[in-house]
């Protein structure tokens, strides 16, 4: 095989947590009277909380202390973590599940790269908790995407170089950070508009296809 192992990106990859990332932040915007709506949202995409957080502040008439921002930022982590726990096996697709189990039968490593702090208990609530080979994620990074921390670690955990990974990614960020780490890429939904990856995928069970 071309590839060893596969890092995935989680939110908007394996499952879809938009809607309850939008909630939680909606809630702290209307809190301190920001606007915000989809549009704004969309730019949150595969960035860390703080980051985020900073893009909602473009908007907030003042300035705001960094003890301040880090008080709202995890407040929305725990509106955010009470809307998960909706969550369930429902939100793993038949044809992601199947994949999954397909590349894993291929001999394929499976590991997540993710910049939330929220990815394990995710997996947890969709069925996945043990699933993954390795897992990095907002835990055990210091830069959030598109730099490449996220990915070489989760490569090292596997034991395997950049070169023998390949990364599946809906954000632009995310295919940024793989070309920064010298790893392959495939997209998946919105970012496949941007031309930046290695391959294109029309529906995730086209991984399948790469790896033969």
């Not at 502040?57 to 407040?75: I, R």
């Not at 835990?139 to 034991?159: H, R």
């Amino acid at each position: 095989m071309k590839y060893e192992a596969i890092i995935f990106d989680l939110d908007g990859v394996i499952c879809h947590t938009d809607k309850y990332h939008y909630e939680a932040w909606k809630a702290i915007a209307d809190k301190l009277n920001i606007e915000f709506n989809e549009t704004i949202n969309n730019r949150l995409r595969g960035v860390s909380r703080m980051e985020s957080f900073n893009i909602i502040l473009e908007k907030y008439d003042g300035v705001m202390s960094e003890k301040k921002k880090l008080k709202y930022a995890e407040e929305k982590n725990d509106i955010y973590k009470e809307l998960l726990k909706n969550m369930s096996e429902k939100d793993l697709s038949k044809e992601v599940r199947e994949t999954l189990t397909e590349l894993r039968n291929k001999g394929a490593k499976l590991a997540i790269g993710s910049s939330s702090k929220n990815a394990k208990f995710i997996l947890n609530q969709i069925g996945l908790g043990d699933f993954f080979d390795a897992i990095s994620d907002g835990n055990n990074i210091t830069k959030s995407k598109p730099d490449p921390e996220v990915f070489l670690k989760a490569a090292e955990y596997l034991n395997l170089p950049a070169e023998k990974c390949l990364v599946v990614e809906d954000a632009v960020a995310g295919l940024e950070a793989a070309i920064d780490g010298k790893m392959d890429s495939s997209a998946i939904g919105d970012a496949v508009s941007s031309g930046k990856a290695t391959y294109n995928l029309d529906s995730f069970k086209d991984l399948l296809s790469i790896l033969n």
